[in-house]
């Protein structure tokens, strides 16, 4: 029949009734990712990893759908809080998932959030082996004396 919004209003219902059914979710994500509804995009996602979390789904799966969220937060709705959330909410799961963590430091350095990212960079250089460590702490000292000027 040709109606796409119609179709949304059905999926939208399934999704209601069975929250985890892959070809619903499937649907309707491509839906507002085919226009481009970046917002309304997210929302599903994020409701189905809702769902997905409180029924148990192993971190190796929840990451790269966490990971969708956050690049489009960021990319696509200019949304750096809510990027960083579901970055956050990535290393959380995964201490050792390391482009969260960089993910993270990049988004704070760009935005100019220099005691988050000290804090960040403080939480490394406690978790490092001493070579790796005396760099964090020299990034750490530019910080401070480059930042404090500004």
Not at 79 to 89: E, K, N, S
Not at 117 to 143: F, Y
Request: aromatic share 8%; hydrophobic share 40%; proline share 4%.
């Amino acid at each position: 029949m040709g109606d796409r919004e119609q179709a949304a209003v059905y999926l939208h219902a399934i999704l209601q009734t069975y929250p985890s059914d892959p070809e619903a979710l499937h649907a309707y994500a491509e839906h507002f990712r085919q226009r481009g509804a970046w917002r309304e995009l997210v929302d599903v996602l994020e409701f189905a990893l809702n769902h997905a979390r409180s029924t148990g789904t192993p971190a190796s799966e929840l990451l790269p759908r966490l990971e969708e969220v956050a690049v489009i937060a960021e990319t696509k709705l200019g949304d750096i809080d809510r990027a960083l959330t579901v970055w956050r909410q990535m290393f959380e799961l995964d201490p050792s998932y390391q482009r969260a963590r960089e993910a993270c430091k990049r988004i704070l350095q760009k935005s100019g959030r220099w005691e988050e990212m000290a804090k960040l960079l403080a939480e490394d250089a406690s978790a490092s082996e001493p070579e790796a460590r005396a760099e964090i702490l020299r990034r750490l000292a530019r910080l401070y004396s480059t930042t404090q000027r500004a």
